[in-house]
């Protein structure tokens, strides 16, 4: 584990991730003491803004990105997330590009390769789709994207710059733009829409952040704490 941390990002930044997430749907900041012991625990160290908007914002929410249950606390995983064993965040993450294994030809679905782009790596946003997840890569190259997998394959969002796509993942981001601000960018393309029970005071309107297509108007739910070696 390297202790060198990003530096802390512009309070511009900031602002934009705290717009996505409305105040009264935010889980507790954690505290930058908490986040420490946790990437401790973990040996790593989170990139930024993600390391900053969880320690002095918000821990996740549950209305926002992603479009299934909203952002994940730190160490949770979304219900949907399949059982492939003990997360281990701090470990290289596998691949070095997209990899859509389900149209390889010859590729075992138990290939050890597809469990290490589940658990190792990375922290989980959230699910999108059902079984289709956001990542957020905490070590190797790619440290700082945001990554969507699901059980045909792991990309990198943007896909490309000339408009591919998978599930959530939204091409055109500037590339000098941060994973997580692509995370939620994802969601702003969308036009307003009314979603009935997404304010505790109400029915509002307010931008799509995050793919709310799969919002049925219910009251949403975190998911549940990862297990770790």
Not at 43 to 66: C, D, H, K, M, Q
Not at 142 to 167: K, Q
Not at 191 to 204: L, T
Request: hydrophobic content about 35%; aromatic content about 8%; proline content about 10%.
């Amino acid at each position: 584990m390297t202790d060198t941390r990003d530096q802390r990002p512009a309070e511009a930044t900031l602002d934009f991730l705290r717009s996505a997430f409305p105040p009264e749907w935010r889980e507790p900041a954690l505290g930058h003491e908490a986040v420490a012991a946790w990437e401790q625990e973990n040996r790593v160290v989170l990139p930024e803004p993600y390391r900053t908007f969880i320690a002095e914002v918000a821990n996740g929410s549950s209305i926002g990105p992603a479009g299934d249950g909203g952002l994940q606390p730190l160490g949770w995983l979304p219900d949907t997330w399949p059982d492939l064993g003990l997360r281990q965040p701090g470990e290289p993450f596998p691949l070095e590009g997209a990899w859509p294994w389900e149209d390889e030809e010859g590729v075992d679905p138990e290939d050890p390769r597809i469990n290490a782009a589940f658990n190792k790596g990375s922290v989980v946003l959230g699910a999108e789709d059902g079984p289709s997840f956001w990542l957020l890569l905490t070590t190797g190259p790619h440290r700082g994207e945001v990554w969507m997998i699901a059980d045909v394959g792991a990309i990198r969002c943007p896909a490309n710059r000339h408009g591919a796509s998978m599930g959530g993942c939204s091409a055109g981001t500037p590339a000098t733009t941060g994973g997580t601000e692509r995370f939620v960018l994802t969601g702003r393309r969308s036009q307003a829409v009314r979603i009935p029970g997404a304010s505790r005071s109400g029915e509002h309107s307010q931008p799509v952040l995050g793919l709310w297509h799969n919002f049925r108007g219910t009251e949403p739910s975190l998911g549940h704490r990862e297990q770790r070696p």
